[in-house]
């Protein structure tokens, strides 16, 4: 019963955990579709009001300049021309006005279809309206300008009438006065030339008098109709006036970017934009630059090296290396799951305490800390610390095997006196050799091996015999004679004699490497009589150029260079 309860709650809460993660991707989702429509939106908004503005700066200079060329042709026009261009602006801008589309720039902005349909004719209209209004106000004041011109002419001709009009008077008067001072009686005499010449002269001033006051009373009259208007300066469009008719449009833009700015679509486009070139140059150098570099390394590398001299670690130690025993003919394979020793008095073995199988209970057993003392980092890289040190005062025979692995077999490899074996430590277990002699253990660097620096392996590590060396590998272990050549994998090789010839060969397929299927170089053994150990199936480097994790791969690279 607890089980199927149990079973019953894991059931519903995995299902429930599923539904609240649904509904967090579809609630994401939607906001994020939202987020790109008002993005899109309101981008297309804006670049279209930017389009309308633009082509009505284009359109508002073009009418600018044909209005002033129009307006100044008229400054020498009469009234009546005057009078007629102004009557015909006031139409059109009735026209225009007509047409007005009081909602297109305000907020909120009309979907993008209409405003991208519109907005460029709205933007245009509200331009030769303002080109139309300045065009009518200038008309207007030249208009009055005309019209005053024409008054100011017509007061000066009634201001000349009254002058002359004065002018006979005051001379008229002059004439009567000089006859009644040249005949003072026969000018009052009736019937007298003096007389009749008087009345003539007073009848004449009479009447200019009259003239005179008629002058006047017009001079006067006109005087009060004529105004003061001036006539303006030459015609010219008002830029800023002109700027201030595509407010609105300004004002919408101006909106639709405040908008776009709080979209975070729009706040992380320009940066990734800015980056995405240099982005994907480095993606594609991520991609070409690894296969330009695997390319050089077989195609130019590993030919050359090919071609180079085998590495002989005996002639370069001056050794004269004895050979390894080998198994019987056909029989390379020199490992079993479990492997029983002979430990005599005066031997001393350490061995991994996992591997010590069984021993007897007279030997004595105790803690070896390290491999050898000289070589620390070897030791501890290898595994080769905490060991168990036995020895017995007479032959014990101790049972070794890989208890913790079933894929782990273990080979005995005997190192007769006066042989070597360049090994790598990753595969010992264990070893025997003599109680009061140190081991004989060495390495040596091969700095200027084209051989060693493509395998980075660039510290060997020679054991010398007489010793017994137990050494463990996946599926077996072998042991074969070089001859007249052998390749194998490097990742499989656990030593050679010192008397091989050892060198590289590339691997014989380019597309295997580059998919990291394959090794760029394999092991290369020459050498009648000499011999290499190898286990049957790697774990090291089982994939050559795919390792779990960059730190992993960087750690198999150091110990590969230090021979470990």
Not at 106 to 117: E, I, V
Not at 128 to 151: F, K, M, N, P
Not at 309 to 327: E, M, W
Not at 445 to 455: E, I, V
Request: glycine letters at 6%; aromatic letters at 8%.
């Amino acid at each position: 019963m607890r089980q199927l309860l149990t079973a019953t709650l894991r059931f519903l809460l995995r299902h429930a955990l599923q539904f609240a993660l649904f509904i967090v991707i579809l609630l994401a989702g939607r906001m994020l579709l939202a987020e790109w429509r008002a993005y899109s939106a309101g981008s297309e908004a804006v670049a279209a009001l930017r389009l309308a503005a633009g082509g009505a700066d284009h359109h508002g200079a073009g009418l600018a300049a044909a209005a002033t060329a129009r307006v100044n042709a008229l400054q020498t026009a009469s009234h009546t021309a005057i009078a007629a261009r102004l009557a015909q602006v006031q139409a059109q801008l009735t026209a225009l006005r007509a047409r007005q589309q009081p909602s297109l720039f305000t907020r909120p902005l009309p979907d993008t279809n209409t405003l991208a349909l519109h907005a460029q004719d709205e933007a245009a209209r509200r331009v030769e309206i303002e080109v139309l209004a300045q065009e009518a106000r200038y008309l207007t004041a030249l208009q009055a300008a005309v019209s005053g011109t024409d008054a100011r002419q017509t007061l000066a001709r009634l201001h000349a009438d009254h002058v002359r009009a004065y002018a006979a008077l005051q001379a008229n008067l002059r004439q009567r006065r000089q006859l009644e001072a040249q005949h003072p009686l026969a000018a009052r005499l009736p019937g007298s030339d003096a007389y009749a010449q008087l009345s003539q002269l007073e009848a004449q001033g009479q009447r200019w008098r009259e003239i005179n006051l008629q002058a006047y009373r017009a001079w006067t009259k006109q005087h009060g109709r004529t105004g003061n208007a001036a006539r303006p300066a030459p015609f010219a469009i008002d830029e800023q006036a002109l700027a201030g008719a595509l407010a609105p449009v300004q004002a919408a833009i101006t909106a639709g970017e405040s908008q776009l700015a709080r979209n975070w679509i729009a706040r992380w486009r320009a940066p990734v934009m800015d980056v995405a070139p240099t982005a994907a140059l480095l993606v594609l150098s991520a991609m070409l630059l690894p296969v330009a570099i695997k390319a050089f390394f077989y195609f130019v590398l590993a030919p050359v090296a090919a071609r180079l001299p085998p590495l002989s670690i005996a002639r370069a130690l001056q050794l004269n290396a004895a050979s390894l025993p080998l198994p019987p003919q056909g029989e390379s394979r020199i490992s079993a799951v479990s492997q029983g020793l002979l430990l005599q008095p005066g031997q001393r073995m350490l061995i991994h305490p996992e591997y010590l199988q069984s021993s007897p209970v007279s030997t004595h057993k105790r803690t070896q800390w390290l491999l050898d003392w000289r070589f620390p980092f070897t030791s501890l890289a290898a595994g080769m610390v905490a060991l168990t040190r036995l020895e017995s005062s007479e032959p014990a025979s101790v049972t070794i095997s890989a208890s913790d692995d079933p894929l782990l077999e273990v080979a005995i490899v005997h190192l007769p006196a006066g042989s070597a074996l360049v090994f790598q430590p990753r595969g010992l277990v264990g070893l025997i050799c003599d109680a009061g002699q140190p081991l004989a253990i060495s390495s040596h660097w091969r700095l200027g091996s084209l051989h060693a620096w493509l395998t980075l392996q660039l510290r060997f590590i020679v054991f010398r015999g007489p010793i017994t060396l137990i050494v463990r590998g996946c599926r077996g272990v072998r042991l074969e004679r070089a001859g007249q050549g052998r390749s194998i994998s490097q990742s499989a090789t656990l030593g050679f004699s010192t008397d091989v010839l050892y060198s590289t060969l590339r691997s014989e397929t380019f597309i295997p490497y580059l998919r990291g299927q394959q090794a760029l170089l394999n092991d290369r053994f020459d050498g009648d009589n000499g011999v290499y150990l190898y286990e049957e199936t790697p774990r090291h480097g089982k994939q050559p150029g795919k390792v779990g994790s960059w730190f992993e791969g960087f750690t198999d690279a150091i110990l590969k260079i230090f021979g470990i």
